[in-house]
């Protein structure tokens, strides 16, 4: 199984930045993908950007294009996203997940980490 770590949320105000990290261990050789997803109180969770795990493939939900970074420490098994000018409408929990190889979906979830941004 996989374990992932997140760190890095918190409170900042608007036009801030954050960088959130999650470090995953266990089964890691086998990850295709990592990803960034978020959920604000009482919607539902949203794809925030994702990487592909041997080429650095990204994609990224429009809203946050130009502002947010997925990267990767392959090394290390951490994905990284950092966050910049940040806006109220970003404020949600946010949760790494590992897509394992062979599958179509995300096998593995962090606990999540809250972002909170103040106008």
């Known amino acids: 199984q996989v374990q992932l770590a997140e760190s890095g949320g918190g409170l900042v105000q608007a036009g801030g930045s954050l960088r959130l990290s999650c470090a995953a261990s266990?089964?890691?050789?086998?990850?295709?993908?990592m990803g960034w997803f978020r959920q604000a109180p009482g919607k539902e969770r949203e794809f925030v950007a994702s990487?592909?795990?041997?080429?650095?493939?990204?994609y990224y939900r429009d809203s946050v294009k130009g502002r947010f970074t997925i990267s990767r420490d392959n090394a290390n098994n951490t994905v990284y996203l950092q966050m910049n000018s940040l806006k109220p409408e970003d404020t949600a929990v946010y949760y790494c997940?590992?897509?394992?190889?062979?599958?179509?979906?995300?096998?593995?979830w962090g606990q999540g980490t809250q972002v909170t941004v103040s106008s």
């Open positions: 997940a590992v897509d394992d190889v062979g599958t179509r979906e995300y096998d593995y």
């Open positions: 266990g089964r890691t050789y086998s990850t295709y993908a």
């Open positions: 990487i592909r795990w041997s080429d650095g493939t990204t």
